[in-house]
């Protein structure tokens, strides 16, 4: 199933129209001839299968009223299925994989970037307690969902063995309720984060110049100068932002499926959920890699919040200058930056 | 073999156990009663909210641990007369399994069929006797029911006459309560007895039996496998009579039969058909006309047959020539081709069967329809052989037994008619004096310029039918032909839904002076008007509930076991009928030949002892054979019956040689040993193995022609020509008196009172030993004679059909070419259809109201539906009301598919809120709605007018608040298929 | 063993929904879940065609293949089941299903759909055979009883067909060849792989 295929699902319905309007039509000329022979201008499957295109469904009328039950045949169902347990799957093996795999190799090569001066010993305030709770919020319920979400793709092949099937579909009723109910948890968390750092990350020069230099990972004693959050931070800013938006708009729909629309709708969805779901994974890994044991210094930023001021200069000294200089100038707005002096 | 391979393991523990009690409810016994108790509190418990996974174990749940009762019933809805298997456990009916060995059904079901075991399940059934009390229902006993009910009863028959009691019977009692419900009102006194035939086939029976002898379907469900061409005109098997598609389709298929159906409807039968022709309503006799003006024109006609067997065809080919292929197109809206290719495939490729329904009887001219059908079998010589025959589908289970024994205002059981002989009959069989029947009888005083009738002339005279007896209760009592207005309705098991002119019924309902209603749910009769007070309700158990026989539309009769009790506090039909008897105090004398046992409350007639009386009773009809023990043996081997001819083999023990079901007439007493009559009319068997002959019913000749057959008599037979109907005198003239028996002797001696002028009139219908019967077969020889089939009925009106267009027609310039008859009395009351369509012609009614509106049946549902809807395996599938609207008018009135319509009938400012179904199923300017349904009126929710709990899960308009006026003059069925309406977005 | 199969022979089915019906009664299945439904393609109009459907068992079910807690299983005769007791709800399975069979208690939002219900071919679930605590989570075994699904036995017209595969397309067959014409074995391409051809 490519993507093309996928962006058919929303104007299915239309198709299915249409579908049934080439059945009509075939049918009309013969309603208007002599005999009307109903047994022989019967469909039949062949006939409605090849008039069919990719994802259409053979459709007709029911009395009951729930609209779902009209649909008889959904050929392409089954490609859903193999996609979901395929490219799915494998994406989010591979994500997860890959993510841990790529960071042990970098770690190996370049080890921990470590603060090139000593710590100054003067701390500065990077993050504010809001800043820090939209992070947490959203970081947590990331997780939770993550290894929920990861637990409904790969779990039955790589959990249940170990579990054993009642204790595995316990812990997975558990997970789904409680990826029904942290996804709104990572939703508020998302948008707090959004409101509070997106006037940070709109890209300007100076990310030119970062991510000529590599951002300075790559080399040791490199720096490019950087504000509040380097390219690096704002590539996964908007990653974040971005996949965050898809993952909620898509799970909404999967929460709401009436909302929603058609089965094909839901599939899509749930299609789009699971793939982002496993790129986002593979950005957050990274993310958490750099954020921790990847880089001295670099947790206290979330942690609590204040960072040691050599640290600020190597990687933030744009950040740092505006800081202090605010500071200097003696603007009271430049909230959180006092120096430990 | 079946084995299941388990790889799942359906134990849990530890953490599984304690995740499960969270998110699933545990699962005992009491919790999920208690929650399937819920999801039937009312229609929104239904929905998203309160549906469970569970089940209702103690309801379905087969114990296998316990033994297992299986009874044998039939199924209580359609004709079809498929057998139920019940596995009953404790008292409980607990599974329904198929029942391969039934001839007729072999193991199937429709949707009705398959759900029957929700029936004495039922939650929303009647639970005990109610009334209503200043406007509000109240639990009452029996006892103060009954008291009550005949007080007012008694005190009306004082005041107003016997025939101011309305007493409307039921297709849906068994053939021993439909027979104790007429002999009920010939002890009462009145001749205002009718049921459902009236409003389903009155015109089948009535145009059938003048044409030839019985009303009733010729063939058999089964015996269509034999047919090469089928027509349905009118009818719509596949959604109304499910199960006989198993043999049409199955005949379909291995004769490469054709299938043509012409109807205003692509109906689900039409989508099986090989020929689907599109007609306006309302136009049958032109079409038949039509199609026999091309077999006249290309002498396809069977002109042997006709010769030999019928009279008066030269006078129909002379009428036919009237109608043309131009005149026929410019009426039915048919084409002179496709009428061609029809005709000259029934005339050609035999033999061919002609099945109608209500599409052809439910007119003002149903009769006259019924009779053109005959005509062009008859032309054809497609009656009396395997795989022809009118194959008329009756509409209920036993619409045909409860037709069979008289609950019809103008016959007695077994069509006795209402003149002297027939009471005289039946008083001999019931053992009372003729006189004291006479007595019981109103006399009738001058009045609206009318004479006075004597009690004897009121006995003689045809009751009012149940379309009108609305009319009888609110006109003018000047206009109404008996000593009084109708002012008590005692309604047992029958809709107030399914006549039209609902608003004119509301008015009847609201004019009475005591309203009963006994069924197993309050129907429309409880809930549509706002009657304060006066008002029963009486629970009536399901014939699933009690034993009897009943009579499918091919004749046999089956019998049902009780399979369970009756539930709740509900009673079977014959104790309360005797219950009331004896409140009214003429139980004595007609309960007295029956064998009383103790039932739930009181005393009650076994069914067997009804039936051996009907037996001792029904020679016209031949309902003499069929004694208790030979169909409950027929029941008992059903799998010895072949599938098409319907016989066993004559080797078979208890049932050799004889037709399943022992189907009417047969002739004799039980040990006579007829095996039944498979096929009506038939000469190509002798008539000891259910051979016949058309009945001479109307004298030996006419016009100078014989009525009698001609060259053609059943094989076997000792007179090779025609002759009129047995007697004792004839038995005389032949010499074969002699064969009598001193008892046979005997018994014919004191019907005719030893003289022997009156005994040489004792006939073949009087003849209590059967003895007459017996020499007549034994020699060869049809009972009733054998005569010629009447192309022209001259005591009917048109005796010979005539187009005439409907009352409310779209087509006014027609109407003055092709007008309905003149205005006149039938039935005691009045039928100004005449000036009725005159004012709409008049009115402009058909640009106001351009849409023909016609009506029919939804598988899922039955009759007035009230039973049906009250199913939840039933309701789920069809929860709203419609209407079928073609796509060219939906969007020219701005109307979408599943959308609110209204729709506006002709008269009284009637309408109704449904929704749409657009659809090509119908044509531009015809509407289709389904009329089972009720509950609504005019916008009106009325769920609140049913007793608490009983209230069918289903409501909707019921068409019939926006049908009009329309009667047929012979029978006065309803018009119930034509009338003009609008349709608007609500 | 045998392989259990459907056949809806649509040239003699009328949607007379007593297949619907007899599921309901059957097993007691609940107002708003349809384990078998009649769908009517065209209409209306001449072509018209009815076809009862179900679960049609497929083969390499795909419910089965992405159901995250797989509690899918398939017996012997070739019967596609499920435990609802390892059954979460997730609704993966209808989206999935070519036929729509999977039914919810509820059409749920906020993933409250509650645990799956479909035709079990009247095989009942992983329970003891025929027991109490199998019937009221599947309703009744019919196959264990020596019987076929209520559905196809009661079929008013003998168009729904169920047994061996092989044997109701031998039937199937020779019911196209003696009457001329068919619109095909509905479903078999899409659960089975192939069709009946005549």
């Known amino acids: ?341 | 073999m079946l084995v299941k391979r388990r790889s799942k393991d359906a134990t849990r523990s530890g953490l599984a156990a304690f995740a499960q009690n969270v998110t699933a409810k545990p699962i005992d016994r009491r919790s999920f009663l208690r929650t399937s108790g819920l999801a039937v509190g009312g229609l929104a418990a239904f929905g998203a909210v309160g549906a469970t996974t569970v089940r209702r174990a103690e309801a379905g749940m087969v114990d296998f641990s316990q033994p297992v009762e299986v009874k044998t019933n039939i199924c209580t809805h359609c004709s079809v007369g498929c057998t139920v298997k019940a596995e009953v456990q404790n008292g409980v009916w607990v599974g329904q399994e198929p029942a391969w060995d039934s001839p007729i059904n072999r193991g199937t079901h429709c949707a009705k069929g398959a759900s029957v075991r929700e029936l004495v399940h039922g939650d929303r059934r009647l639970k005990y006797p109610m009334k209503k009390e200043n406007g509000e229902w109240v639990r009452i006993s029996w006892d103060q029911a009954i008291d009550e009910i005949g007080d007012k009863m008694l005190d009306i028959r004082e005041k107003n006459g016997a025939d101011s009691a309305y007493l409307l019977g039921s297709a849906k009692f068994s053939n021993e309560g439909a027979y104790l419900f007429r002999k009920f009102a010939a002890f009462w006194g009145t001749n205002n007895v009718d049921h459902q035939a009236r409003i389903c086939h009155s015109t089948t029976v009535a145009g059938v039996a003048n044409t030839w002898g019985y009303g009733a379907m010729t063939n058999s469900y089964n015996d269509i496998r034999n047919s090469k061409t089928i027509i349905f005109m009118g009818s719509n098997a596949a959604e109304a009579h499910p199960v006989s598609l198993q043999h049409i389709l199955a005949g379909k298929e291995t004769n490469r039969a054709n299938v043509i159906v012409i109807d205003p409807r692509f109906t689900r039968t039409a989508a099986h058909a090989t020929d689907y022709i599109r007609m306006r309503p309302g136009t049958d006799i032109a079409i038949i006309w039509g199609i026999m003006w091309h077999i006249f024109e290309n002498n396809w006609q069977d002109q042997e047959y006709i010769d030999q067997r019928v009279w008066g065809m030269d006078q129909i080919r002379e009428a036919v020539k009237a109608y043309p292929p131009e005149v026929v197109e410019r009426i039915s809206g048919i084409s002179g081709p496709e009428l061609r290719r029809v005709a000259e495939t029934f005339a050609t490729q035999g033999p061919a069967t002609f099945i109608w329904c209500m599409g052809g009887t439910q007119h003002t001219v149903g009769t006259a329809n019924v009779r053109t059908y005959c005509n062009l079998l008859l032309a054809t010589g497609n009656v009396g052989s395997n795989g022809s025959g009118a194959n008329i589908f009756r509409g209920h289970c036993n619409v045909q037994g409860a037709t069979d024994f008289g609950l019809d205002i103008g016959s007695l059981p077994c069509y006795y008619g209402l003149a002297e002989g027939g009471w005289r009959h039946w008083s001999r069989v019931w053992d009372v004096s003729y006189d004291y029947l006479q007595s019981r009888f109103d006399e009738v005083p001058a009045k609206g310029g009318r004479d006075a009738r004597d009690r004897k002339a009121n006995m003689e005279m045809a009751g009012i039918p149940s379309t009108r007896w609305f009319d009888a209760a609110t006109l003018d009592a000047e206009d109404v032909d008996q000593r009084d207005n109708i002012k008590a309705m005692i309604v047992f098991g029958h809709g107030g839904n399914t006549v039209p002119r609902m608003g004119d019924s509301l008015k009847g309902m609201n004019a009475l002076d005591l309203l009963v209603v006994a069924d197993p749910h309050p129907t429309t009769f409880a809930a549509l008007h706002d009657r304060p007070d006066n008002t029963y309700l009486l629970p009536i158990s399901t014939q699933f509930e009690c034993a009897g026989s009943r009579t499918a539309s091919n004749r046999s009769v089956q019998w049902g076991e009780k399979v369970v009790d009756p539930i709740f506090e509900s009673d079977n039909d014959y104790a309360v009928i005797y219950r009331l008897s004896q409140k009214l105090g003429f139980a004595d004398e007609m309960f007295k030949p029956y064998e009383m046992v103790q039932g739930k409350f009181s005393m009650e007639p076994t069914p067997e002892s009804i039936l051996r009386e009907i037996n001792r009773g029904g020679w016209s009809t031949g309902y003499t054979g069929q004694s208790p023990e030979r169909i409950k043996a027929h029941m008992a081997n059903q799998d010895k019956f072949d599938l098409v001819t319907l016989r066993a083999p004559a080797d078979a023990e208890d049932v050799g040689g004889d037709y399943y079901g022992l189907p009417w007439p047969c002739w004799g007493t039980p040990e006579f040993k007829h095996p039944g009559t498979h096929i009506l009319y038939n000469p190509n068997l002798p008539v000891k193995d259910g051979g016949g002959a058309f009945r001479p019913r109307f004298g030996v000749d006419r016009e100078g022609e014989t009525l009698l057959a001609e060259g053609s008599f059943p094989v076997g037979s000792e007179i090779t020509d025609g002759y009129p109907q047995f007697t004792y005198g004839i038995l005389q003239t032949l010499g074969w008196d002699a064969d009598l028996t001193a008892d046979e002797l005997a018994t014919i001696q004191r019907i005719g009172n030893n003289d022997p002028e009156a005994m040489a009139n004792v006939s073949w219908s009087l003849d209590l030993s059967g003895g007459i019967q017996r020499v007549a077969i034994e020699h060869g020889c049809v009972p009733f004679g054998n005569g010629k089939a009447r192309a022209v009925a001259w005591n009917l009106p048109d005796p010979i059909p005539v187009h005439r267009e409907p009352i409310y027609s779209p087509r006014p310039d027609l109407v003055a070419e092709y007008p309905t008859r003149e205005d006149g009395r039938q039935f005691r009351v009045p039928n100004i259809g005449y000036s009725i369509q005159a004012s709409a012609v008049e009115r402009n009614l058909s640009v106001s109201f351009p849409i023909v509106l016609t009506s029919g049946r939804l598988v899922e549902y039955e009759g007035g539906g009230e039973e049906t809807r009250s199913n939840p395996w039933l309701a789920e599938l069809q929860q709203d009301m419609f209407v079928e609207i073609n796509p060219a008018d939906a969007s020219a009135r701005g109307i979408t598919d599943g959308g609110w319509v209204w729709v506006n009938g002709p008269e009284n400012d009637s309408k109704a809120r449904v929704k749409a179904l657009v659809t090509e199923r119908v044509a531009p300017g015809v509407a289709f709605m389904p009329f089972h349904f009720a509950g609504w009126f005019q916008g009106e929710d009325q769920r609140g007018n049913y007793p608490a709990g009983t209230d069918p899960i289903v409501l909707g308009e019921s068409v019939n608040t926006v049908t009009s006026y329309g009667y047929d003059p012979v029978t006065g069925m309803h018009e119930g298929k034509v009338t003009l309406c609008q349709i608007s977005a609500a | 063993m045998a392989r259990m199969k459907f056949l809806c022979d649509a040239d003699r089915c009328i949607e007379c929904n007593a297949c619907v019906t007899a599921c309901k009664n059957e097993h007691e299945v609940p107002w708003g879940i349809n384990r078998r439904r009649v769908v009517t393609i065209n209409d209306g109009l001449p072509g018209e065609r009815s076809v009862s459907m179900a679960c049609m068992h497929c083969t390499d079910a795909p419910c089965a293949a992405v159901c995250p807690v797989d509690c899918f299983y398939t017996t012997d005769d070739a019967v596609v089941l499920h435990s609802k007791d390892t059954c979460i709800g997730c609704g993966y399975c209808f989206y999935a299903c070519p036929f729509g069979a999977p039914q919810y208690p509820k059409v749920g939002n906020f993933g409250t759909r509650g645990k799956m219900d479909k035709c079990t071919y009247c095989a009942g679930g992983p329970e003891a055979d025929m027991t109490e605590a199998e019937y009221v989570k599947y309703g009744s075994n019919r196959l264990a009883e020596g019987k076929l699904p209520l559905c196809a036995e009661m079929c008013s017209t003998k168009s729904l067909l169920a047994g061996d595969g092989d044997i109701i397309a031998e039937i199937y067959k020779e019911r196209v060849v003696t009457r001329g014409y068919g619109s095909g074995a509905w479903g078999w391409r899409t659960a089975y792989g192939d069709t009946v051809t005549v």
């Open chain 1, 1 to 341: 199933m490519n993507m093309k295929t996928l962006v058919q699902r929303f104007v299915a319905v239309l198709g299915i129209l249409a579908v049934l309007g080439i059945v009509g039509i075939s049918v009309t000329p013969a309603a208007q001839a002599q005999q009307i022979n109903p047994t022989a201008q019967s469909v039949t499957e062949e006939s409605l299968f090849e008039a069919l295109q990719d994802d259409q469904m053979v459709e007709g009328r029911v009395s009951i009223p729930d609209g779902l039950s009209s649909g008889l045949i959904k050929p392409g169902n089954p490609s859903w299925a193999s996609t979901h347990t395929g490219l799915v799957r494998n994406l989010s093996i591979a994500a997860v994989v890959g993510a841990i795999v790529v960071l042990t190799l970098f770690y190996m090569i370049r080890g921990k970037i470590m603060v090139d001066g000593k710590m100054s010993g003067i701390r500065i305030l990077r993050f504010t307690a809001i800043e820090r709770f939209a992070h947490w919020l959203m970081a947590g319920s990331f997780i939770i969902l993550a290894l929920t979400g990861l637990n409904l793709v790969v779990g039955r092949t790589m959990i249940l063995p170990w579990l054993g099937e009642g204790a595995f579909s316990t812990i997975t009723i558990w997970g789904k309720i409680a990826h029904n109910y942290v996804g709104w948890a990572f939703m508020l968390g998302l948008t707090l984060s959004f409101l509070v750092w997106v006037a940070h990350n709109i890209p300007n020069k100076v990310d030119a110049e970062w991510v000529a230099q590599g951002g300075g990972l790559l080399k040791k004693g490199v720096h490019p100068p950087a504000r509040k959050f380097n390219a690096g931070q704002k590539v996964i800013f908007w990653l974040t932002t971005l996949g965050g938006a898809a993952l909620s708009f898509t799970g909404f729909m999967l929460l709401f499926p009436i909302v929603a629309g058609t089965q094909a709708d839901w599939q899509f969805y749930q299609l789009i959920h699971g793939i982002v779901a496993a790129g986002l994974s593979f950005v957050i890994i990274a993310h958490i890699y750099i954020g921790s044991i990847g880089m001295e210094g670099a947790f206290d930023a979330m942690g609590t919040g204040e960072v040691d001021l050599n640290w600020a200069k190597e990687h933030h000294s744009l950040w740092v200058e505006e800081v202090q200089g605010k500071a200097k100038s003696g603007d009271s707005s430049a909230r959180g930056t006092q120096p430990a002096e």
